[in-house]
Nanobody, 122 residues
Framework: EAHLVESGGDLVQTGGSARLSCAASGFTFDEYAVGWIRQAPGKGLEWVSSIDWSGDRTAYADSVKGQFTISRDNAKNTLYLQMNSLKPDDTAVYYC???????????????WGQGTQVTVSS
């Protein structure tokens, strides 16, 4: 059974940076696309970014494009999200999730971690 554990959430000042990690186990990590989804206080889920099985292809929500960078290390079964120039609007619980296929097209997030809180102070 897929198991995902996020870490790296913290209280950050506006303009600061944070790096989230997601440790994966229980499945063949390098056979699936993975991604990040966030939920701000009082709001719905917002897809943030996805990366294909190889790490060669990535996709970002317009709201974070140029600000966040997704990456993965298949040797370590770990997904990352580098977040720069953070704003209060980036405050949210960030979840990592596995896709149901290797590529990005039509991805469905099948398994989710428990989430990590990122709070950006103004």
């Amino acid at each position: 059974e897929a198991h995902l554990v996020e870490s790296g959430g913290d209280l950050v000042q506006t303009g600061g940076s944070a790096r989230l990690s997601c440790a994966a186990s229980g499945f063949t990590f390098d056979e699936y696309a993975v991604g990040w989804i966030r939920q701000a206080p009082g709001k719905g889920l917002e897809w943030v970014s996805s990366i294909d099985w190889s790490g060669d292809r990535t996709a970002y929500a317009d709201s974070v494009k140029g600000q966040f960078t997704i990456s993965r290390d298949n040797a370590k079964n770990t997904l990352y999200l580098q977040m720069n120039s953070l704003k209060p609007d980036d405050t949210a619980v960030y979840y990592c999730a596995t896709g149901n296929q290797p590529g990005l097209s039509g991805i469905i997030f099948a398994n989710w971690g428990q989430g990590t809180q990122v709070t950006v102070s103004s």
